[in-house]
């Protein structure tokens, strides 16, 4: 296993409510409690979890652009809690963030040169000043944009493009870490792949290890080397995406998974779908004992007493972290798994001439007759991949919002 | 949409823009280059530097004393012997119109800037830090807010030293600095609420991210985005400046004869508001003229600086 370049411990942040004309502190809003993970050199960790659980939060602590109310954040060894402004200068160009939405994350008044071009006037000995430019243009042509494009506002682009310049802007300074919240969310299904594709490319050229957020399943299976399932601001599962998506042993692990869709119309209403009752807890008074408790079907006493630790459990193959009392696995018919296969060129870059294959988004029926067997085969699979968000964007609401497929 | 018809339209939407490959650009050259293609910019630039020629050196616009008397000719028309007429000292109107162009437009200039530098940065400071800086300087603000614009710069006149009479430029410096103190918690307010506004926008956390210092946030991300309110409101006030320093001179405080401005030549034409009414508009039209320049300008730069206009 390779070295580890970031490493959690113990992340907690709460955020003070206050009520009244003195301000007085009636409680906190627990939106990190306690999250610990190790990332390693080169890796993909993927964080899902459902709106609300602190998934973003956690982004942000990693980044330093909110302090942790405990817990450290720890880079190559050294501890950035602690550290002076100096050193904390330093260690932002080693992790760097690409934030979800492209319309907000850009200065509508600045022009993409200067926008790619801020890292290296704020860290001015990284690239001499002379060769900025030349610079910010090479990077452009790393995310797939014409480097000619230099001089316009980001009103001009589309959400895509604005997302490769928002990348461009987290890989300038070379950094180790990539902190990635949402990056795909707030695009639709053809650019999602166009980006994801993009930022598998970046990694394997120049290393970087991606802490990727996301709230939809089929893109950081595809993504991610491992994924850490968050619930009400712990982890409730952290294991490879193997273990997480073949083998969960955590029941909102496996709720979660159930509840996305399979783009398979036969398979409708033959699933062993887990509808949870109830909403989410409030994140300011989270239950006792397990967080899940209250909307588990395996709830026992102990349940609501004793809190679970992230700890190896069984599941059926090996072990992986998981935190449940009764943790034991179980299969759920979820997103195929398409990272064995060779990634699809078609929308590697943004120049979108004559694609032969025009019905690839339809699946296998719609675009399968021209193609050998084999590749029409992972069309079919890779649209499975990425078909589900454009059905239902938020794939969590399925949790609670489908009443017909209860279990008896 | 394919990426050649983004190309496309884009290209079509700016045409000035072809040259995407040149030299470098930033939003102050991008906007210097729009400007100078509105002819609104011209012609705002254009009555904005004879006002302030005017202001500078106005015996190059009339060889006319304002303070030469003709009692005799007290009220007369336009034409008999003057462009606008005399009022009713016998005055000559358009050498009056001329000369008070100074008092005017440093009043309005002075008293603009003034309030943009002391709210704007006060504004900034308390949207961008927030917390108790935001709470102390806001009630601040808020105090100024209270009292009354006219009430509170008699008070504030006539309590100043003796010393502030001495000469001309203390006399317009003492109605400025009354109007600044009592002017700028409305853009402070103002520039508050629209830092507040862009202050979490990714853009900002972005920068952040990457180790900008406070200073450079500000100046590159939140200022740029957060000025065009401000630029609105403040080329409107200017107008409203120049028109409270004449009502403070037909108060009796603030500027007074022999010193010349068009707020004073605009009070003392009421008297003959309904017999001859040229008494008063030529000072008028002086003033409207000018606070319609500085409107016309400010909207020009609110336009130039935001790229999406273009």
Partial sequence: MPEVVLSAQNLVKHYPIRRGVLRRTVGHVKAVDGVSFDLHKGETLGIVGESGCGKSTLGRLLMRLEEPTSGSVVFEGQDWSGASPKDTRRLRRDIQIVFQDPYTSLNPRMTVGDIVGEPFEIHADVVPKGGRRKRVQELLDLVGLNPEHINRYPHQFSGGQRQRIGIARGIALNPKVLVCDEPVSALDVSVQAQVVNLMEKLQDELGLAYVFIAHDLSVVRHISDRVGVMYLGRMAELGEEDEVYARPTHPYTQALLSAVPVPDPTLRGKRDQIVLVGDVPSPANPPSGCRFHTRCWKAQDVCSQQEPQLELRDDGHGAHLSACHFAEPRVIVETTDVSGLQPDTRFTTTEVGDVPDSGAGLGAAGGGEELGSSQADSTAERAEAMDPPARRPDDLSALTEDPQDRPR | ?310
């Fill in chain 2, 1 to 310: 949409m394919t990426e050649a018809t983004i190309t496309e339209s884009s290209s079509v939407a700016d045409p000035h823009d072809a040259g995407d490959v040149g030299e470098e650009r930033s939003l102050a050259s991008d906007a210097w280059r729009s400007m100078r293609k509105n002819p609104m910019f011209w012609i705002s630039a254009t009555m904005i530097a004879v006002f302030v020629l005017m202001a500078v050196w106005p015996s190059l616009f009339t060889k006319t004393d304002p303070t030469f008397a003709v009692l005799a000719e007290s009220r007369a028309k336009p034409g008999d012997g003057t462009w606008f007429g005399r009022d009713i000292q016998g005055y000559d109107i358009y050498a009056r119109c001329i000369y008070g162009a100074r008092a005017s437009i440093l009043v309005g200039l002075f008293t603009t800037t003034g309030t943009v530098l002391l709210g704007g940065t006060i504004g900034v400071i308390s949207g961008y830090l927030g917390g108790w800086v935001d709470a102390l300087l806001s009630r601040i603000g808020d105090v100024f807010f209270a009292i009354p614009l006219l009430l509170g710069a008699i008070i504030f006149l006539v309590s100043l030293p003796d010393f502030f009479n001495d000469n001309y430029l203390l006399i317009v410096l003492k109605v400025v600095f009354a109007l600044v103190i009592l002017g700028w918690p409305s853009l402070a307010r103002l520039m508050r609420s629209s830092v507040i506004q862009v202050k979490p926008n990714d853009y900002v956390q972005a920068a952040r991210a990457l180790g900008a210092s406070p200073w450079r946030v500000i100046r590159s991300h939140i200022l740029p985005n957060a000025l065009a309110p401000m630029i609105v409101v403040a080329t409107i006030n200017l107008g409203a400046y120049i028109a409270v320093e004449a009502t403070l001179s037909f108060l009796g405080i603030g500027l007074q004869p022999p010193a010349i401005s068009w707020g004073i030549d605009i009070s003392s034409a009421i008297v003959g508001l309904r017999t001859t009414p040229h008494m008063l508009f030529f000072p008028s039209l002086f003033l409207s003229l000018a606070v319609l320049a500085f409107i016309m300008l400010g909207d020009v730069v609110r336009d130039a600086l935001d790229p999406k206009n273009r």
